[in-house]
């Protein structure tokens, strides 16, 4: 069974900085795309940072120039570097991972974690 597990939510302040993880079981990061999404209340989940397979980057612009999205493939582990966070910011963080095989899409989220920023 793949899991994907973040941790490193929390409470902090408005310009503050928090820095999420997800481990990931029993699938090889390095052939999928993974990525980072949000959900505010009342709003739709929205991308924030994803890696495709091939290591491209991309950021909602929102985020650019604030948030950094690495991975480490050795550990199996995604990780998303949020700096001068604002109170926008606030949701429900999910570790996503997909891929496009033998006619199929494999799609995998992580259960999220709480961000909450004060202001």
């Known amino acids: 069974q793949v899991q994907l597990v973040e941790s490193g939510g929390g409470l902090v302040q408005a310009g503050g900085s928090l820095r999420l993880s997800c481990a990931a079981s029993?699938?090889?990061?390095?052939?999928?795309?993974v990525g980072w999404y949000r959900q505010a209340p009342g709003k739709q989940r929205e991308l924030v940072a994803g890696?495709?397979?091939?290591?491209?980057?991309n950021y909602a612009s929102s985020v650019k120039g604030r948030f950094t999205i690495t991975r480490d493939t050795a550990e199996n582990t995604l990780y998303l570097q949020m700096d001068n966070l604002r109170a926008e910011d606030t949701a429900v963080y999910y570790c996503?991972?997909?891929?496009?095989?033998?006619?199929?899409?494999?799609?995998?989220w992580g259960q999220g974690t709480q961000v909450t920023v004060s202001s």
């Open positions: 996503n991972a997909n891929r496009y095989a033998l006619g199929g899409k494999y799609d995998y």
């Open positions: 029993r699938i090889t990061f390095s052939i999928y795309a």
């Open positions: 890696i495709s397979s091939s290591g491209v980057t």
